[in-house]
Nanobody
Framework: QVQLVESGGGLVQAGGSLGLSCVAS????????MGWYRQAPGRQRELVAT???????NYADSVKGRFTISRDNAKMTVYLQMNSLKPEDTAVYSC???????????WGKGTLVTVSS
């Protein structure tokens, strides 16, 4: 069973920056897409950014130009650099990984990002 562990959340003022990382371990399958989703209080989980094994990237419109996703396949780690943070970016950010062969999704427990105004 793939295990995903996030790190890097915390409290930051609006306009500031934070970096998140997620390491995948106990890997017994080939992982294709990795990425980040977030869930704010009272709202549904939403996509933030994803990156395929080959490096193709997709961003939510709300974070384009501010967030950067990257990936180190050798380390099985995905990163999210968040700049120009806004209070509306406050959420629990969860790491996501997808099994290549059948699309099974794996999730981390999440890390809280709080942006104060």
């Amino acid at each position: 069973q793939v295990q995903l562990v996030e790190s890097g959340g915390g409290l930051v003022q609006a306009g500031g920056s934070l970096g998140l990382s997620c390491v995948a371990s106990r890997i017994t399958v080939i992982i294709s897409t990795m990425g980040w989703y977030r869930q704010a209080p009272g709202r549904q989980r939403e996509l933030v950014a994803t990156i395929t094994r080959g490096g193709r990237i997709n961003y939510a419109d709300s974070v384009k130009g501010r967030f950067t996703i990257s990936r180190d396949n050798a380390k099985m780690t995905v990163y999210l650099q968040m700049n120009s943070l806004k209070p509306e970016d406050t959420a629990v950010y969860s790491c996501y990984a997808e099994k290549l062969i059948d699309g099974t999704a794996y999730w981390g427990k999440g890390t809280l990002v709080t942006v104060s105004s």
